[in-house]
């Protein structure tokens, strides 16, 4: 079967506008090293998306390094929640700038909660170091929830952006999990802080009708997270 000219042009506009949508999510992500290494200058005035690099015949070995101490446990006493999460990502470390990972360490007091959230910018690769954990991660729609009791040693994924969370399931002892992550600067959304406690505030009408309850037990869960928040 041949093709006519006008047909043959068509499919050279879709194939066109396919490989564009494929570069397109190839690209939004962090964006790729065009060298061997941008330690980040945190000084410079420059609004990149990212950071500027410093010089990098500046550059010294302490600039790919920090000690972090990620083999001590973190105090969950003082967190509502019972959980405590360290963060190593190129704000605290811009030796990352433009490497596309980060790192993250969490630590949980008995039933302590890794609440729901998400990471808008990264997937997530945890390891458990100690303890057991349920966790798990929902699906965009129609919300399918992947969930999971690990213990040490394993290791589960959570994909880009999917509302995700662990919990500790020992009653008497903590747990540990470390987590890579796909950027330098994941970013996080806790759901709950985010819904309750956004500044200013999402309406209350939104709110319940959205969760279908009364506006009162609305303004009480919005009391919580301002007042965590301080607003």
């Known amino acids: 079967m041949k093709l ?3 047909s043959s042009t068509s499919l050279l506009y879709l194939l066109t506008g ?12 962090d964006p790729s090293p065009l060298q061997d290494f941008c330690i980040a200058d945190m000084k410079s005035p420059a609004r990149v998306n990212g950071f500027a690099c410093k010089d990098p015949m500046a550059a010294t070995s302490d600039d790919f390094f920090n000690p972090a101490m990620l083999d001590k446990a973190r105090d969950t006493k003082a967190s509502k929640v019972r959980s405590n999460v360290t963060n190593i990502n190129v704000i605290n470390f811009p030796g990352l700038n433009t490497l596309g990972i980060s790192l993250a360490r969490i630590d949980y007091g008995p039933l302590g909660v ?7 910018r990264a997937t997530e690769l ?16 129609p919300n ?10 394993d290791v589960f994924v959570f994909p880009k952006a999917m509302i995700h969370f662990q919990m500790n399931l020992a009653h008497d002892k903590p747990a540990a ?6 950027s330098q600067n994941p970013g996080v959304i806790s759901i709950a802080n985010a819904v ?5 505030p999402i309406s209350d009408d939104v709110l319940a009708t959205a969760f279908q309850v ?3 037990l609305i303004h009480w869960l919005q009391s919580q997270f301002w007042e965590n928040n301080n607003y």
């Open 196 to 200: 309750f406690g956004s500044n200013p």
């Open 214 to 216: 009364e506006k009162d």
């Open 126 to 141: 945890l390891t458990v170091l100690e303890g057991t954990l349920y966790l798990g991660f929902v699906t965009s729609n």
């Open 114 to 120: 890794n609440t729901p959230h998400i990471h808008p």
């Open 18 to 29: 396919l490989l564009a949508l494929a570069s397109w999510h190839a690209t939004a992500y």
């Open 4 to 6: 006519t000219m006008a």
């Open 177 to 182: 999990a470390l987590s890579s992550l796909s």
């Open 144 to 153: 399918r929830l992947f969930s999971k009791i690990v213990t040490k040693g």
